[in-house]
């Protein structure tokens, strides 16, 4: 009995160094495709805001 316990707390340790190291790589994975679409919408954006309408000193 104690060898098929020995067992089954084997596996269950390594199935949590599996669902750790998938964990890691999803949150890698995420974390630089996030960063590369924002860089992408951020070239849509302009970098410096438009000059303000000039005021018609003159009068018309």
């Given amino acids: 009995m104690k060898n098929k316990d020995r ?3 084997y596996r269950g340790i390594i199935s949590i160094i599996i669902i750790v190291i998938l964990a890691i790589i999803l949150v890698y ?3 630089n495709y996030s960063s590369v679409s924002n860089e992408t919408q951020k070239t849509n954006i302009p ?3 438009p000059a303000p309408p000039a005021e018609n000193t003159g009068g018309i």
């Fill in 7 to 9: 067992e089954n707390e």
């Fill in 47 to 49: 970098v410096e805001a």
């Fill in 29 to 31: 994975y995420y974390s």
